[in-house]
């Protein structure tokens, strides 16, 4: 009988396939990806809200001050104020939140790695355009910072291969992309680096086709295991530890 079904479902498949029927269907890729991205959301968030030492949910209206907040905390529950960390931010923009960092981190031997087109979005993301939200290099007076200008697909691996990033600095890494092929490739890139203990904060965690969508495919496929420290701004901003990872590089 199984044999029956399974050669039942391949010509089914194949017919299908052959009509083209799937055709019918490319208007509405957008919205059945966002509708099945919003479902697997809301599932996460349902599983997830009870473990975390910090959050806002519910409230009406984000702040985007509010991210200090989360950063604070996470802060001071990793004890990153005073520690050696390796802080890598994807998104840089106009550096606010790697000002945050480096103003709040007081150890000389932490290093700062900013990645950033500085050219703005090399995709559409939501209403925003490609080339949208561009910045210059920010000019930062502190020697434990460095940038990195371009696509993260021409950088991240030239940057891996320069320098020994498995030391015993916790690793930060800060994923304000916004888009999924972007963060996607960060957290494919970084996988074997990854340790338990490393902290990962979202900017826009909570869109459903982007960083969302790239978080849950990434632990999927990766088998990383991980808690939620906290999140502001409806999970809008979400920090993150490893807690297990099968890499060992």
């Known amino acids: 009988m199984r044999a029956f079904f399974l050669k039942v479902n391949a010509f089914i498949k194949s017919f299908l396939l052959f009509i083209r029927i799937g055709y019918l269907l490319v208007p509405f890729l957008l919205i059945l990806r966002f509708l099945a991205n919003f479902a697997l959301l809301t599932r996460w968030l349902g599983e997830?809200?009870?473990?975390?030492?910090?959050?806002?949910?519910?409230?009406?209206?984000?702040?985007?001050?509010?991210?200090?907040?989360?950063?604070?905390?996470?802060?001071?529950?990793?004890?990153?104020s005073t520690g050696k960390i390796n802080y890598f931010e994807f998104g840089v923009a106009s550096a606010a939140s790697f000002k945050w960092w480096l103003a709040h981190n007081i150890n000389e031997e932490s290093r700062f790695f900013g990645f950033d087109?500085?050219?703005?979005?090399?995709?559409?993301?939501?209403?925003?355009?490609?080339?949208?939200?561009?910045?210059?290099?920010?000019?930062?007076?502190?020697?434990?910072?460095?940038?990195?200008?371009?696509?993260?697909?021409?950088?991240?691996?030239?940057?891996?291969?320069?320098?020994?990033?498995?030391?015993?600095?916790?690793?930060?890494?800060?994923?304000?992309?916004?888009?999924?092929?972007?963060t996607l490739f960060v957290l494919a890139a970084f996988a074997p680096y990854l340790r338990a203990g490393d902290i990962i904060l979202f900017d826009e965690f909570n869109v459903p086709n982007h960083e969302f969508a790239a978080w849950n495919d990434f632990t999927r496929s990766f088998y990383v295991e991980y808690e939620v420290l906290g999140a502001v701004n409806n999970f809008y901003q979400l920090a993150l530890r490893i807690t297990k990872t099968p890499f060992n590089v």
């Open 117 to 182: 087109t500085f050219e703005g979005l090399p995709e559409k993301w939501a209403l925003h355009g490609k080339g949208e939200m561009s910045f210059s290099v920010p000019q930062i007076n502190d020697n434990r910072a460095l940038f990195y200008k371009g696509l993260f697909q021409e950088t991240v691996y030239p940057f891996l291969k320069s320098i020994d990033i498995q030391d015993n600095r916790v690793k930060v890494f800060h994923l304000d992309a916004d888009l999924y092929s972007s």
């Open 48 to 80: 997830r809200k009870k473990e975390m030492g910090f959050s806002d949910f519910y409230k009406p209206f984000r702040s985007y001050q509010d991210r200090h907040l989360l950063y604070e905390y996470v802060s001071k529950t990793a004890g990153l």
